[in-house]
């Protein structure tokens, strides 16, 4: 694989009072999917939203998370695909780590399975171990150093199950992989279901959409992925697949970046391929 090492994107997202909102995104080059992982700074601490996929992100997030010069209280992990947790064995071992029940009895089961198998296409840039989140969230309020965070449970979307995070009192939706900013989307089986997530984000009172991949995104691009999806869903429905499939939407949407997402989830979505 192609996957150069270039110099992270750091965005200060908005800033309110006490709290400031953090993105650091990974490189958009060569197979990079340009991972996005997030911080909310409050007054006393740090929260942080996943670990980062690739050995040297994961380490260069946890040195930005140390410039702030504040604890990190906690880091929620969104879903248990590998460009969200890889990083947490790297960077993150002793955090406290919060994610769904299913997301940790999958890492359980499976994360050193999905390590071993990626250490053939990473090498070095795979972690050197697996870190099992310690908590279970369930969904509900929770307030951390002042700030509101409504945590939501969401089934069958980009994956069978993850969390989102609302912030009410900034309007930020820290949608993870629900949104891809600017880039090519994971696609699963689940394209109805998501859909409706997007009509929810659409007609609710947020305005700013943190993702799992690309930059902070608003409205405007809630409604790209949006086409995106329909689009997908009527070229699958008129039989495209794998090759078809991808050059279809290479060309129906050409100013979307990191193209090897494709490679990713064509063999699962069509072939019924592992799921990791
Ligand atoms: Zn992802």
């Given amino acids: ?35 996005a992982t997030h911080i909310i700074e409050s007054k006393n601490e740090l929260v942080l939203i996943d670990g980062q996929f690739l050995k040297p992100y994961a380490q260069k997030f946890r040195a930005y998370a140390d410039s702030l010069k504040k604890p990190i209280a906690r880091l929620y992990l969104s879903h248990r695909h590998p460009d969200h947790w890889f990083g947490l064995g790297d960077a993150f071992s002793d955090v406290e780590i919060y994610t769904l029940p299913e997301t940790i009895e999958f890492l359980k089961e499976h994360g050193e399975a999905s390590r071993e198998d990626h250490m053939g296409k990473l090498g070095d840039l795979a972690p050197d171990k697996v870190v099992i989140p310690q908590h279970a969230v369930s969904p509900g309020v929770e307030f951390i150093d002042g700030v509101q965070y409504v945590i939501e449970r969401v089934i069958d979307t980009e994956i069978d199950y993850g969390i989102t995070l ?58 790209e992925n949006l086409k995106y999806l329909i689009a997908a869903k009527q070229a699958i429905d008129d039989g495209l697949k794998n090759q078809e499939f991808k050059q279809f939407m290479l060309q129906k949407f050409p100013t979307r970046q990191c193209p090897a997402i494709f490679d990713i989830y064509l063999p699962r979505l069509f072939d019924g391929a592992s799921e990791y």
């Fill in 1 to 35: 694989m192609n996957i150069p090492i270039t110099n992270p994107i750091k965005i200060v997202v908005k800033h309110v009072g006490d709290v400031h909102i953090h993105t650091f995104i990974s490189s958009y080059e060569g197979d990079n999917i340009a991972n």
């Fill in 166 to 223: 609302k912030l009410p009192e900034f309007g930020v939706f820290i949608a993870q992989d629900l949104i891809y900013s600017g880039t090519h989307l994971y696609l699963t089986k689940y394209l109805d279901h998501w859909m409706e997530q997007f009509e929810d984000m659409l007609t609710s009172d947020y305005e700013v959409f943190l993702p799992g991949h690309g930059a902070p995104a608003d409205k405007k691009e809630v409604t």
